[in-house]
């Protein structure tokens, strides 16, 4: 299949079901993570989403999740933020990601937030191919862990 009929690929987005989509959402956050972290911050800034959601308030946004045979990325936001958004390793690249990121920008409000870590180069593309721009950098710690970071605020202010 070549690499434009994959990228056209829909996959359906569903609400979060808790009793079914846990365990997945855990181990796409935990597989895509280090990913993230590559570059702005060390090994050491890695917790597992199951020691972290608390602490990082994953519960208290909607939370969404993207399947095509199996769950393969989630988001989760709220009026203004989108504060989560991991496609699994094997479904980056495919436009996924960005399916996600549209679906949420569509349920957000105006200005629409998030935060990137500043050589998180995949994501700071990802959302500046829809709009976003760069308000704000800013260098503190991760939560959870004492490994400081640099971060961007980037914004989406029109549809």
Known sequence: MSQLKQKASRMIIRKYNHDIDWERICEIHDLARPGELEG??????????QKCYKEEELFN???????INNTIGFVAFNDHDISWLYIHPNYQKKGYGRQLLQ???????????VVVLNKNFKAISLYKSEGFIIAKTKTGKIPLTNVGATAH?????NN
Do not use: N
């Open 103 to 113: 679906f949420a920008i569509k349920k957000t409000q105006r200005p629409t937030k």
């Open 153 to 157: 605020r980037m914004i989406k202010k």
């Open 61 to 67: 946004d909607e939370i969404f999740v993207g399947k």
């Open 40 to 49: 702005s911050a060390s090994k050491e800034a890695f917790i597992p989403l």
